[in-house]
């Protein structure tokens, strides 16, 4: 059966996978404009100052992500992301025209941040979705597998483009190709066919939140992920939005360095993303926490001061454990939630994961300057093995399985596979 087979890959998904792809693009390239448009606007900001901008945009989209999580499960989920695309656009151009025009105010990065977050928070409730209801559970692994192949080939082009545009053409026209590419992401979302929660009117946004959240908090694999990745998430986005740059920036040549290694990540995600796509593993969450062994790697490369090949490899494992987690968890996702509630456990689950990304990207920089960048990194690297070692202890994380493919009429099991 070939890779890309038109009779699971459906208009939605195709569409989806296209814009995602076209926005992928920006998006990897726009965080290493940003930190670099820091370090370059004012001789005197560093990492906390970068720190900040990255926790301008985390903070809203963290206080966000429930309302948009409702709103998806109730309207048209294609229009509620072709809305949050076009607001990205318009905040990524400004931000863009500020950059270019020199000498911009830390608190202005910071609100326009802040707005980028906020679009954010109601595209990716929508978005997840959109693409785990447009999937026949059947060909789930293979189809997960092939969008985040997807994504993850444009995030290559993207990091390494963009870590040398803004080397050669500075930071500012980097952000304005990040608007072009929301703005034509809106444009393809807007032939996607009516994706609309299945949440009848009547019960009230608050309502709708309970629902969600007792689904939720009644299994245990899905909230100790989350929490679990609650603190992971800050220690990789403090290495890959602060100090990796700040450590680029003393000793490995800067931006387009930087984009290298970024891109290495991206390699390391397609590459094994063409094994997730023919392997099926029996205990899929198990498996997927596997991966999260090799999320440390970058932290500890830069902390060792290796070289830049050296730490581009680190980058490439860590990308191959974040492919088999991230398709491991969506097929595993698809299977246990009700489809009417993916929306809002979406949010619950971005949500805990995204918690702390505010707070420790804004306290990156003191703690740089507490322990040194080195002794940071330290931190970061031990704590990521630390977490993917304690989920362990959660017994359903270690024998949830994957059930058998139901039924090419696409039924869903009406229960889900407990620990017992």
Known sequence: ????????????????????????????????????????????????????????????????????????????????????????????????????????SLWALMLLSAAGGAGQAFYAPAAEGVILQAVPAQHAAKA????????????????????????????????????????????????????????????????????????????????????????????????????????????????????????ALSVGMVSSGLLMARWQPRRVLLVGNGGVFLFGLPALALALHLPLAAVAAAMFLAGVGTSVFVVNWMVTLQQEIPEELLSRVSAYDSLGSFALLPAGTALAGPVAGALGLTGALWACALLCLALAAAALLVPDIRRLERRPAPAADGAREPEPVTSG
């Open 1 to 104: 059966m070939p890779l890309f087979d038109p009779a699971w890959a459906g208009r939605n998904y195709r569409i989806q996978t296209a814009a995602n792809v076209v926005s992928g693009l920006g998006n990897a390239a726009a965080p290493i404009a940003t930190s670099f448009a820091v370090l370059q606007l004012n001789p005197a900001w560093g990492a906390t100052e970068i720190g900040w901008v990255t926790a301008a945009r985390m903070a809203p989209l963290v206080v966000l992500l429930l309302i948009g999580g409702a709103l998806a499960d109730r309207l048209p989920r294609h229009l509620v992301m072709v809305g949050a695309n076009l607001f990205n656009a318009g905040s990524q151009a400004v931000l863009a025209a500020l950059v270019l025009a020199g000498h911009p």
């Open 144 to 263: 997960f597998s092939v969008f985040k192949m997807a994504l993850n080939g444009a995030q290559i082009g993207g990091a390494a483009l963009g870590g040398a545009l803004t080397a050669v053409v500075g930071p500012g026209w980097v952000l304005a190709g990040d608007a072009a590419c929301f703005a034509v992401a809106a444009l393809l979302r807007t032939g996607l066919e009516d994706v609309s929660g299945r949440v009848a009117a009547g019960p009230g946004l608050v309502r709708e939140l309970v629902v969600g959240w007792r689904e939720f908090r009644s299994r245990q694999w899905l909230w100790a992920v989350v929490l679990q990745f609650g603190v992971l998430n800050a220690c990789v986005l403090a290495v890959e939005a602060v100090y990796g740059p700040k450590a680029a920036e003393e000793r490995m040549g800067g931006a387009g360095a930087w984009g290298l290694a970024m891109a």
